[in-house]
């Protein structure tokens, strides 16, 4: 067949577009590979990476409850506390893992208790407790209350605010009418700004249990010591609180009781309800773990409930912050 002189140049960009279009479903379905090549790979890693952290809780897990059967007493701060362990892994990559005291800080569920006929109801001394930790953190009386009594409005059951607080706040911010899951919960609640969070997240923990926080005297360290101070307060300032854990026996108080015997506890006459919320021994842990390796890091927090044996992971995050 012969093609006209006037086609000629028709026919020569008739195949070119042809060239074009294939070149570019080429190209798209190599990308579209190489993408999935490259997820599936990302996939095996962190599912890799999640795997050694795993190995981590189950070693953390285990020395917990040889460290508790030791001593069914109290828990020492002694030889694990805050202690890093490093774990080499046949491949080259390492585990870095630490156990903390994953009591010591401030129950926000402590703002509610569970009474028997059902339900979440505001627990006034919890409420006492986080205003006066704000305060001693530097927040002011009057946003510390508001913050207080917010957060108790968001987790109790009912739909009548506390003075000064919030069920439901502004721009569809609604209370949960729940325990919280995780301690971040506290950013949701009206009243609580960046600056405020970014002071009390260290201090903070969500426990999955509606009572005061078990503050372990045998474990607070020194930079601890306003969690001591806000179980009385205006009775205890930091520095007083702080010279009692300095002061703490080597072997531990032994007993609630002998704790609070102690100058100038002694002369305060501290609540039932609060000298009972002190221990001298742990039944939660948290453990931070962080794996490194040639293709991936990655990060682990997970609380640990030792209260029953065998020790239970309840709760884990993973992220850069492991």
Request: net charge negative; hydrophobic share 45%; with cysteine.
């Amino acid at each position: 067949m012969t093609v006209p002189p006037r086609e000629t140049g028709s026919a020569l960009l008739t195949v070119l577009l042809l060239v074009a279009v294939m070149a570019t479903i080429a190209a798209t379905a190599l990308d579209r590979l190489s993408v999935g090549t490259r997820l599936a790979a990302n996939v095996a890693t962190v599912g890799q990476a999640r795997a050694w952290l795993g190995s981590a809780e189950l070693l953390a897990v285990t020395r917990i409850e040889d460290m508790l059967g030791a001593d069914q007493a109290q828990t020492l701060a002694s030889g694990w506390l805050g202690a890093e362990r490093t774990i080499s892994l046949p491949d080259g990559a390492t585990v870095k893992a630490r156990v903390e005291d994953g009591g010591n800080c401030f129950n926000l569920n402590s703002l509610v208790e569970q009474p028997s006929g059902g339900g979440l109801a505001a627990r006034p001394v919890a409420q006492r407790q986080f205003t006066a930790l704000m305060q001693l953190l530097g927040i002011g009386e009057g946003e510390a209350s508001q913050i207080a009594a917010s957060a108790t409005d968001y987790i109790d059951s009912d739909s009548a605010p506390l003075p000064g607080g919030a069920e439901d706040g502004p721009a569809g911010a609604l209370s949960a009418n729940r325990k919280m899951a995780d301690p971040s919960e506290l950013r949701a609640v009206p009243g609580v700004s960046d600056r405020h969070y970014k002071l009390l997240k260290p201090w903070i923990c969500a426990l999955p249990i509606a009572e005061l926080s078990p503050i372990n005297v045998n474990t607070l360290l020194p930079e601890q010591a306003p969690l001591l101070a806000m179980l009385v307060p205006g009775r205890l300032d930091t520095a007083g609180a702080r010279a009692l854990i300095a002061t703490r026996p080597a072997d531990g108080y032994g007993s609630v009781v002998a704790f609070w015997q102690q100058p100038p506890l002694a002369s305060i006459e501290a609540p039932s309800e609060v000298t009972q919320q002190t221990k001298v021994r742990t039944s939660f842990f948290k453990l931070r773990a962080r794996v490194d390796a040639a293709t991936v890091s990655a990060g682990e927090t997970a609380l640990i409930d030792a209260r029953r044996t065998p020790a239970q992971i309840v709760r884990r995050s993973f992220g850069e912050e492991g």
